[in-house]
């Protein structure tokens, strides 16, 4: 017997194995919308990997890693006006001129010796962190952080610094409860809520990340990283959307 007649014998009997895409829709009783489902899930999927994969921009490759690393550690307050150094007020404003220029070993060493003058202050502990870090003394910089945390529990950079050390060390679980208490010290840290929303998705919280990452925006509009963080936010999203569909 040939097999187009074996075929057409086992039709007639009702017996033609349904194809694995039928069968998967049979079983949820939606296979009437498999031709209407699977276009939109190679769409959302193009649209993942574009957002995913597209190269970022000159502009946005040194501070967008959104969803690959925490932001650097940040000073306790914005540099000011150029001073005469005569107290550890002075230096300290010193020292963050040294560091918002990029010259870190200076800021360390000025921050050192204001700490020797001051060494109850949490902010000159927290710059003096920030220096370290910058100069890849991460040991130096957790120890400073911690300092820094011993002297006021609450301060919003220090916790948001030493949960970045943490989290660059892979200690995700210990950096995140810290990066809460930054934001519960200051909400409207917008650079806490940037590190929370990497440590949300590395820990596979989407929604979280993309909560997080809405509310930097709202935030920080015009931060040099928006542009990347728009970007990520559509990316998550269509994740989000891919995800919800696999679960029905």
Same mark, same amino acid.
């Given at each position: 017997m040939s097999l187009i007649h074996q075929a057409l014998k086992k039709l007639e009997a009702g017996k033609s194995p349904a194809s694995t895409t039928e069968y998967a829709f049979k079983?949820?009783?939606?296979?009437?919308?498999?031709?209407?489902? /699977?276009?939109?899930?190679?769409?959302?999927?193009i649209v993942i990997a574009y957002f995913t994969y597209a190269p970022a921009s000159k502009k946005n490759e040194a501070v967008n890693t959104a969803s690959k690393a925490v932001r650097p550690a940040s000073t306790t307050n914005a540099p000011q006006k150029a001073v005469v150094v005569n107290s550890v007020p002075d230096l300290s404003s010193l020292a963050r001129q040294e560091y918002q220029a990029g010259r870190f070993t200076q800021a360390e060493a000025i921050l050192k010796d204001a700490i020797k003058k001051?060494?109850?202050?949490a902010d000159l502990q927290n710059d003096l962190g920030a220096a370290a870090l910058r100069l890849?003394?991460?040991?130096?910089? +957790?120890?400073?952080?911690k300092k820094a945390l011993e002297l006021d529990s609450v301060h919003p950079q220090a916790l948001n610094n030493y949960?970045?050390?943490?989290?660059?060390?892979? +200690? $995700?679980?210990?950096? /995140?409860p810290l990066v809460e208490r930054a934001i519960k010290a200051d909400p409207s840290y917008a650079d806490a809520r940037f590190n929370m929303a990497v440590m949300l998705e590395k820990?596979?919280? @989407? +929604?979280?990340? @993309? $909560? $997080?990452?809405?509310?930097? @925006?709202?935030?920080s509009?015009?931060?040099?990283?928006?542009?990347?963080?728009?970007?990520? /936010?559509m990316s998550l999203r269509s994740e989000l959307i891919l995800k919800q569909a696999r679960n029905r």
């Open positions: 079983k949820t009783g939606t296979r009437a919308l498999m031709p209407f489902v /699977l276009p939109v899930l190679v769409l959302i999927s001051k060494p109850a202050s890849g003394k991460k040991k130096e910089a +957790q120890a400073a952080f949960a970045s050390v943490l989290f660059e060390m892979g +200690q $995700s679980a210990k950096a /995140l820990r596979g919280d @989407l +929604q979280g990340s @993309l $909560s $997080s990452y809405e509310e930097f @925006l709202r935030l509009p015009t931060d040099a990283a928006a542009s990347g963080v728009r970007r990520k /936010l």
